[in-house]
């Protein structure tokens, strides 16, 4: 059975973790032994892994349907050789403003 292989997100999040939580681990614990950085190093490395495999996976891609107007919305086509009229709608009629006296 083979393996998946990983993808970029998953790549990315998970380098990204065992960086940051290294850093931050070695910061907060203080650890100078070398048992102590081993042991800040294996846990940053299995949070990695952890967060790197919670990614979560493209799904399938499902076809969108496309919904395309009926022949009857559609205006029809001009005649060739006739004039085409535009019609065009009257402008709103604004109420009339009146500056108060002052």
């Given at each position: 059975?083979?393996?998946?292989?990983?993808?970029?997100?998953?790549?990315?999040?998970?380098?990204?973790?065992?960086?940051?939580?290294?850093?931050?681990?070695?910061?907060?614990?203080?650890?100078?032994?070398?048992?102590?950085?081993?042991?800040?190093?294996?846990?940053?490395?299995?949070?990695g892994?952890?967060?790197?495999?919670?990614?979560?996976?493209?799904?399938?891609?499902?076809?969108?349907?496309?919904?395309?107007?009926?022949?009857?919305?559609?205006?029809?086509?001009?005649?060739?050789?006739?004039?085409?009229?535009?019609?065009v709608?009257?402008?709103?009629?604004?109420?009339?403003?009146?500056?108060?006296?002052?």
């Amino acid at each position: 059975m083979a393996m998946p292989r990983p993808t970029v997100a998953q790549l990315a999040y998970g380098s990204c973790t065992v960086i940051f939580s290294t850093f931050a681990m070695l910061l907060l614990s203080g650890a100078s032994s070398g048992v102590g950085i081993a042991v800040v190093a294996v846990s940053a490395l299995a949070l990695g892994l952890l967060v790197a495999m919670t990614v979560p996976l493209p799904g399938p891609r499902r076809p969108v349907a496309v919904v395309r107007p009926a022949v009857a919305d559609r205006p029809a086509a001009p005649e060739p050789g006739r004039p085409v009229r535009a019609t065009v709608a009257p402008p709103a009629r604004e109420p009339v403003r009146e500056r108060a006296a002052s």
